[in-house]
């Protein structure tokens, strides 16, 4: 590996905070992460089952996303409890975090 | 069209297939392209009559349809919370659904009018925009009161640029704005494929219907009965309606057709993220699992013989 790559590339530890839901809150979870300081998000169709029965996809209202959002620690607890408070009680929502080595830190 | 129709015909392979869990599905994609040909065909003909059509003429039946949409769900709110027992938020949700309208069953009867070369009046896709709203507010507001928490901007937005809205109003306002002679090139696959694509569609709402079954069977016999009485009521309610307006025999049948179909796109959406407190199993299986195959099978002939009672044949 060529010197300047060392200097260029550091590695560096973020949260990587996947959340597993209704399709319907796509929207508003949009605006919620925006908001608490995430600078950005992937969202991909899901189906699966969970306690709130087999989510199969077969009409909108049973359709799942999973969403992934890079983004440091503090801000990755703002989300938690924002979504705990506002989305728990009613909404299929699954949540869980990890550690994850990232490239270009200043990204995220 | 009788009940032999192949439209129908298809409709009763989808329900018959998903009842007995074939692997059968359309892909998600197709089926959200067939709805929006049907969207845009149904705009664009009614923008075309439409330009026919002095302006000041649609006043009245716009407004009228409107307090029809905000009275039908008063009507059937209490229904679910005295006698359905039901918890407020499903009681309003529910009732939501049944005052909102489907543009699938709206389409049917287009074709089924069609078929027997009877015609109504060019502004009814107007009425299934106008229909669309009113009742999303009612059960809102039924279910939480004038409430702060709920997003009213967000929700207007939702609503108001929902797919189905933003492809009838655009359709109607191209076909408005092209006229007869513009719209002609786009015939062939808007209106002579009209009852192709709905066959289709229907192929899949009769899956979509089956899977809803094994829900429905949890819910009980109410919500059963409550699926094919109310849109029967209401059938009556919109026939009434369209007679006091001076609709010809085709209007009346469609406004008694819109009055008694039940939202399973718009209005379940808006409630999943107004009222996430309501059940959306319940509301959903009942709309696409009993009120929607019913129109299909028995209401839309059903509509057409109370339009006959009340104007008349032919008229």
Redesign the interface.
């Known amino acids: 590996m060529a010197p300047e790559d060392d200097t260029a590339m550091s590695i560096d530890t973020r949260k990587l905070v996947t959340i597993i839901t209704e399709s319907a809150l796509e929207h508003s979870l949009a605006d919620d992460f925006e908001r608490l300081g995430a600078h950005g998000y992937t969202i991909t169709n899901a189906r699966g089952k969970g306690h709130r029965g087999v989510r199969d996809a077969d009409w909108s209202t049973s359709s799942n996303i999973r969403v992934e959002v890079v983004c440091d620690a503090a801000v990755a607890d703002a989300i938690v409890g924002y979504l705990r408070e506002h989305y728990y009680a009613n909404y299929a929502m699954i949540l869980f975090m990890c550690d994850v080595d990232v490239v270009r830190p200043e990204k995220f | 069209m009788t009940p032999l129709d192949p439209i129908v015909l298809f409709f009763i392979l989808g329900l018959v297939a998903g009842v007995l869990r074939s692997e059968l599905r359309l892909p998600?994609a197709i089926y959200e392209g067939l709805t929006i040909l049907l969207l845009i065909a149904i705009g664009l003909k009614g923008g075309i009559e439409l330009a026919k059509q002095p302006f000041a003429e649609l006043v009245v039946p716009v407004f009228s349809v409107m307090l029809m949409g905000f009275l039908l769900p008063l009507v059937a709110y209490p229904v679910l919370l005295y006698v359905g027992r039901f918890k407020r938020p499903d009681a309003a949700s529910i009732a939501a659904h049944y005052g909102s309208v489907s543009v699938g069953t709206f389409a049917v009867a287009v074709a089924y009018l069609a078929s027997l070369d009877i015609s109504f009046e060019s502004y009814m896709p107007l009425m299934v925009v106008i229909l669309e709203v009113p009742a999303i507010l009612v059960g809102i507001i039924l279910a939480r009161g004038i409430s702060r928490e709920t997003r009213w901007g967000?929700l207007s937005h939702?609503v108001l640029l929902g797919k189905g809205v933003v492809l009838l109003v655009g359709g109607m306002l191209i076909g408005w704005v092209a006229g007869p002679k513009g719209v002609e090139p786009l015939a062939p696959l808007f209106f002579d494929l009209f009852k192709a694509i709905l066959a289709l569609f229907l192929l899949e709402m009769g899956l979509?219907a089956a899977?809803q079954i094994s829900s429905l069977r949890r819910y009980g016999l109410f919500l059963v009965g409550f699926g094919i009485l109310f849109p029967l009521f209401s059938a009556v309610v919109g026939g009434l309606l369209g007679l006091m307006l001076g609709m010809s025999t085709g209007g009346i049948m469609m406004l008694a057709t819109l009055a008694a179909s039940g939202s399973?796109?718009a209005v379940?959406?808006a409630m999943?993220?107004t009222v996430?407190?309501a059940n959306?199993?319940l509301s959903?299986s009942v709309s696409?699992g009993v009120t929607f195959p019913f129109n299909i099978l028995v209401g839309i002939p059903l509509y057409l013989q109370l339009a006959n009672l009340l104007h008349g044949p032919g008229g």
Do not use: C, D, G, N
Request: net charge neutral; proline share 24%.
């Open positions: 998600p967000k939702e979509v899977s399973y796109i379940p959406a999943r993220l996430p407190e959306p199993t959903i696409l």
